[in-house]
């Protein structure tokens, strides 16, 4: 259902890759509810994705851009420019990728170089699009910027490992960024801090299938999908919150202000039962436990 929250709006939209991800869930909304857009991400994700069926089911040009690379993101925009004929209205950055959790580095063992990669990757070129969207005065007055966070940048979540590093200074760039644009031409610029949601990225993360069931079980809502995030997104695009930015928007079920659930609860009551029964039955153990 369309309530025409875009119309008349363009913008860029970073990172779809295919069907699962956030950025392609928020180009379909953002073209329904009458934006026009802009799609891009790296040549080789282009190669590996299926980003022209979104291209062509929105009418959309693709242009490719790495995002780490000012010069590409001065290109980008440059282009964007002229498709839209002169300045826009939003950006969404649905970027991020670890190479230590692709490579199975723990964080206690991390590799640096790495480590640089995780950061540029995932929230200095946060930094990058923002500036170079400044200084090519390519949004107008009142946009919005959006980037996609997670709550791993405020609390430990076993296996997110050096991604939560650079959600936290993804968020932080958010805020700083936020006060001097929003002081110089009222663009906004929000993170949101989404569920745990199975996109290509996401399924790289240690143990994720239990970490969105531990979520389902904590959150009153339940978890938020990408097409639940998009819808999301979608209003910090529109014109209904011209007074939100430098903010962290918690988009979860809930699952940010809980402590515990009557249901993990019982879950967690089911295995210290099991574990007393186990513990009676074997009072020296099988020899094959290990601490954690």
Request: charged content about 25%.
């Amino acid at each position: 259902m369309s309530f025409n929250l875009l119309k008349g709006k363009k913008g860029i939209i970073f990172g779809a890759l295919n069907e699962q991800s956030i950025a392609w869930k928020v180009a379909e909304r953002a073209v329904e509810e009458g934006a026009e857009i802009v799609l891009t991400n790296t040549p080789v994700s282009l190669r590996m994705g299926t980003l022209n069926e979104l291209a062509a089911k929105c009418n959309a040009p693709v242009i490719a851009a790495d995002a780490t690379s000012v010069a590409d993101l001065e290109h980008l925009v440059d282009e964007a420019m002229k498709h839209f004929g002169g300045p826009f209205d939003f950006a969404l950055h649905s970027i991020g990728m670890s190479p230590n959790v692709r490579k199975g580095r723990t964080y206690d063992d991390l590799d640096y170089d790495y480590l640089q990669k995780t950061l540029d990757i995932s929230a200095i070129s946060f930094h990058k699009m923002i500036q170079v969207l400044r200084k090519k005065d390519a949004l107008r007055e009142w946009g919005s910027i959006v980037a996609l966070s997670y709550i791993a940048a405020q609390r430990t979540l076993y296996g997110y490992n050096d991604m939560a590093d650079a959600k936290a200074l993804l968020e932080s760039i958010a805020r700083s960024f936020g006060y001097i644009y929003g002081r110089e031409k009222h663009v906004r610029i929000n993170t949101v801090s989404q569920s745990p949601t199975p996109t290509t990225a996401g399924n790289g993360v240690l143990g994720l299938k239990d970490l969105m069931e531990f979520a389902e079980s904590m959150s009153p809502l339940g978890n938020a999908s990408a097409n639940d995030c998009a819808d999301y997104v979608l209003t910090l695009f529109s014109d209904l919150t011209r007074k939100v930015t430098m903010q962290n928007l918690f988009h979860d079920g809930g699952f940010s202000s809980m402590g515990m659930s009557r249901r993990a609860m019982r879950t967690y009551e089911k295995g210290l039962r099991f574990e007393d029964v186990h513990e009676h039955q074997f009072p020296f153990g099988t020899g094959d436990n290990k601490e954690e």
